[in-house]
């Protein structure tokens, strides 16, 4: 089959939808033929609305997208987001790409708590909040199955200098999704993760032109990443396309730290 309409009409939640990699996420799944629930931080639900509006379906009328607001490391947040979306769409998402994240950089002698705690939160415990939800909601209703993709980082496996609890994190979500995938294999569920590398998205604009300059040095595809590499893949794993592969880690890093 080609490319166009794999997704067939699908459930599509993405988290992390108004910006960068999930942007671009929710762009691709759409052109796929995926229905997209953009979810975005509760502060962005203008850039929520935009991205599902901007998204181009299969057909194209009646945009069958739509946008909510959600912390996804707050438990009440992570539950209404899913009362809302199987509200809207009549059925929970069988489709979950986890994008939400966020970066609070310092080197370990400097490192607070609260910043650890804060990046552990939105990035480790949010990721377990959202998957547990949407697992939860295929489950209670007999969904034959779905396909859940968290996206990690390289960082996770190799770490990173200012990087200790984004490290931690990912390295966490890694471990996350392959208990996922043991437990939820019976139900037809598989889950995945993506390590990006360094892709150019609003995150890596924090990052020192310098800093990123030696890393595109390092890339042996000479570049780096751009957001549709990384939806790409997210686009392959929530198709049938991928039917024989769970607990993967999939590296999305023009060969960086192989
Ligand atoms: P981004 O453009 O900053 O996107 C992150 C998104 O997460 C933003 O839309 C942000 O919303 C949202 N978000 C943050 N906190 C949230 C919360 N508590 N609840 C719900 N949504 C929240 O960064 P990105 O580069 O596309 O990152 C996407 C994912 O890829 C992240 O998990 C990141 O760790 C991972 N990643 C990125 C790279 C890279 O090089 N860019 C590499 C490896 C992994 P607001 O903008 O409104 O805060």
Redesign the pocket.
């Given at each position: 089959m080609g490319s166009a309409g794999r997704l067939g009409g699908a459930l599509a939640l993405v988290?992390?939808?108004?910006?960068?990699?999930?942007?671009?996420v929710c762009a691709r799944l759409a052109r796929d033929g995926a229905r997209v629930a953009v979810?975005?931080?509760?502060?962005?639900e203008v850039?929520a609305g935009d991205t599902a509006r901007g998204l181009r379906g299969h057909p194209p009328t009646p945009p069958p997208h739509a946008a909510f607001?959600?912390?996804?490391?707050?438990a009440p947040?992570v539950t209404q987001l899913l009362a809302r979306v199987q509200e809207h769409f009549g059925a929970p998402p069988s489709i979950l790409v986890?994008?939400?994240?966020?970066?609070r950089d310092e080197f370990l002698l400097r490192l607070q708590e609260a910043p650890f705690r804060e990046v552990l939160?939105?990035?480790l415990t949010?990721?377990f909040l959202v998957t547990q939800a949407v697992a939860q909601a295929l489950v209670a209703a007999g969904a034959p199955g779905g396909s859940i993709i968290h996206?990690?980082?390289?960082?996770g496996k190799v770490g990173n200098l200012g990087q200790a609890n984004?490290a931690a994190?990912?390295a966490g979500?890694e471990g996350l999704t392959r208990s996922c995938a043991k437990e939820l294999a019976r139900f037809g569920i598989r889950c995945n993760v993506?390590?990006?590398?360094?892709?150019?998205?609003?995150?890596?604009a924090k990052?020192p032109p310098k800093v990123l300059e030696k890393f595109a040095g390092m890339v042996p595809l000479g570049r780096?990443?751009d957001?549709q590499d990384?939806a790409d893949v997210c686009a392959f794993l929530a198709s049938e396309d991928s039917s024989y592969i769970t607990g993967a880690s999939v590296e999305v890093t023009g060969g960086l730290f192989m």
């Amino acid at each position: 089959m080609g490319s166009a309409g794999r997704l067939g009409g699908a459930l599509a939640l993405v988290t992390g939808g108004a910006s960068g990699i999930g942007r671009a996420v929710c762009a691709r799944l759409a052109r796929d033929g995926a229905r997209v629930a953009v979810a975005v931080a509760d502060r962005d639900e203008v850039g929520a609305g935009d991205t599902a509006r901007g998204l181009r379906g299969h057909p194209p009328t009646p945009p069958p997208h739509a946008a909510f607001g959600v912390d996804v490391a707050s438990a009440p947040s992570v539950t209404q987001l899913l009362a809302r979306v199987q509200e809207h769409f009549g059925a929970p998402p069988s489709i979950l790409v986890g994008c939400a994240g966020i970066t609070r950089d310092e080197f370990l002698l400097r490192l607070q708590e609260a910043p650890f705690r804060e990046v552990l939160g939105v990035n480790l415990t949010g990721t377990f909040l959202v998957t547990q939800a949407v697992a939860q909601a295929l489950v209670a209703a007999g969904a034959p199955g779905g396909s859940i993709i968290h996206v990690g980082s390289v960082v996770g496996k190799v770490g990173n200098l200012g990087q200790a609890n984004y490290a931690a994190a990912k390295a966490g979500v890694e471990g996350l999704t392959r208990s996922c995938a043991k437990e939820l294999a019976r139900f037809g569920i598989r889950c995945n993760v993506v390590l990006p590398g360094f892709i150019v998205t609003p995150m890596t604009a924090k990052v020192p032109p310098k800093v990123l300059e030696k890393f595109a040095g390092m890339v042996p595809l000479g570049r780096l990443g751009d957001p549709q590499d990384v939806a790409d893949v997210c686009a392959f794993l929530a198709s049938e396309d991928s039917s024989y592969i769970t607990g993967a880690s999939v590296e999305v890093t023009g060969g960086l730290f192989m």
